[in-house]
């Protein structure tokens, strides 16, 4: 099967809350186009400068979301397009992102990235960290952020039960921020994204409203070509 066809397969085994994102980092514009063509229009990206390039070619309806750990120093660059950010893991960002966001008079989609994997190599608030910041309203003084939910990585594990937990404690912090500090995220606090090529189905199952596929969809990324 083609990218086009693995995109349709997985789509429909989806529940129709649950939004498809294809991570298309590394992977050419042909690629891309050919999943547009068959109507997807949310891909996720890593990296500030492939995104940027990518947006300039390619059709402007596409949704563009920033699902990679993003640098303070290249916010600026895709703040006039992006649809949605996944991986706001500071304060200190949340407010760069919002200063850049001010200077384009725009509001940008936001999903507050926790820390629930046990590995050094993942950002994010951790759990408690991110109930006392909502406890301060501290996101509420944003006002070019529209905080839609969290997002979380599992550990690369295949203990499907260390998974599943991981999951689990984002799901259940995502309800105690959306039933006890509504009013410092907004109303718009609805999303979870949870769940790649190898545990978006045990993260459907966990409460998962985006996961983000690619090597499912795509194949196996070339990492030597970026």
Known sequence: MNCAEKYLEIKKTLPEN?????????????DIMALYNIGCRDFGENKVQEMTG?????????????IGHLQTNK?????????????????????EVNKQAEKHNKIINCLLQLKVANEETKFGFAPEELKDLCA???????????????MGMATNTDDE?????????????????????????GEGFTEISMGMSGDYKLAINCGST????????????DYSKQ
């Open 54 to 66: 990518k947006y300039n070619n390619l059709p402007k309806d596409i949704r563009w979301h920033q």
């Open 210 to 221: 985006i996961v983000r596929i690619g090597s499912t969809i795509f194949g196996e990324r």
């Open 75 to 95: 916010i600026k660059y895709i703040i006039p397009f992006v649809y949605m950010i996944h991986s706001i893991d500071s304060l200190k960002l949340a407010a």
């Open 136 to 150: 301060q309203n501290a996101f509420s003084e944003f006002k070019h952020l529209k905080i839609k939910g969290l």
């Open 161 to 185: 039960n260390e998974i599943v937990k991981e999951f689990t404690e984002v799901k259940n912090l995502f309800n105690y921020i959306k039933t006890n500090y509504q009013s410092g995220v």
């Open 18 to 30: 649950v939004t498809l994102l294809a991570v298309s980092k590394t992977k050419p514009e042909e």
